[in-house]
Nanobody
């Protein structure tokens, strides 16, 4: 069982920056993939960024060059650095992980943290 707690959301002006943090209750070495999703009111949840246990990353086109996903194996943390924020980035951001277990992976979600970009 994996527990995830997000933090770092808030209100920021367009062009500003925020860093989101996801604290995991287990070692990063037990996780096959870590990801950040986001969801705006009335919209589908969208995959924003992923990072594998080995450190390979991928991003949705709308955030490439602006967002960076990273992890700290020692602290069991996953981060999302968001720069040059736009109003379209406004959403609840969720941490998601796949646990490496026998018989197939298990999927876990955090409670989310609100990011509001407004002038």
């Amino acid at each position: 069982q994996v527990q995830l707690v997000e933090s770092g959301g808030g209100l920021v002006q367009p062009g500003g920056s925020l860093r989101l943090s996801c604290a995991t209750s287990v070692s990063i070495f037990r996780l096959n993939r870590m990801a950040w999703y986001r969801q705006a009111p009335g919209k589908q949840r969208e995959l924003v960024a992923t990072i594998t246990r080995a450190g390979s990353t991928d991003y949705t086109d709308s955030v490439k060059g602006r967002f960076t996903i990273s992890k700290d194996n020692t602290k069991n943390m996953v981060y999302l650095q968001m720069n040059n924020l736009k109003t379209e980035d406004t959403a609840i951001y969720y941490c998601n992980v796949l646990e490496d277990v026998g018989g197939g992976p298990r999927n876990y979600w955090g409670q989310g943290t609100q990011v509001t970009v407004s002038s």
